[in-house]
């Protein structure tokens, strides 16, 4: 059994940052990839960032490419996205999730193959 527990967010204005982790429990995540989503008010959860088991490969929403950048210590245990140039937009509940595999696959943007989630983070970004 794993569990995932995401941290880090917070209120902020636009333009600032945060960085949000994801510490898991088992040794189930160092050999997993993982992936950040989000889900805003009266909307779908959606991608943000991926990166498979051995940080060899990150892959991000158009959205965020640029500003948001996805990392992992697998000595930690623990996950991270950090988030710059924040935008009103981006306001959302920010979930961890851990990928069925280690690489990446076409199934990375879908919530459906991840088989454990954070309880999430709360961003708000303020204009």
């Known amino acids: 059994q794993v569990q995932l527990v995401e941290s880090g967010g917070g209120l902020v204005q636009a333009g600032g940052s945060l960085r949000l982790s994801c510490a898991a429990s088992?040794?189930?995540?160092?050999?997993?990839?993982m992936g950040w989503f989000r889900q805003a008010p009266g909307k779908e959860r959606e991608f943000v960032a991926f990166v498979t088991w051995n940080s060899g490969s990150t892959y991000y929403a158009d959205s965020v490419k640029g500003r948001f950048t996805i990392s992992r210590d697998n000595a930690k245990n623990t996950g991270y996205l950090q988030m710059n140039t924040l935008q009103p937009e981006d306001t959302a509940v920010y979930y961890c999730?851990?990928?069925?595999?280690?690489?990446?696959?076409?199934?990375?943007?879908?919530?459906?193959?991840?088989?454990?989630w954070g309880q999430g983070t709360q961003v708000t970004v303020s204009s």
């Open positions: 999730g851990l990928f069925r595999g280690r690489y990446y696959d076409s199934r990375i943007y879908s919530e459906q193959p991840y088989d454990y």
């Open positions: 088992g040794r189930t995540f160092s050999t997993s990839a």
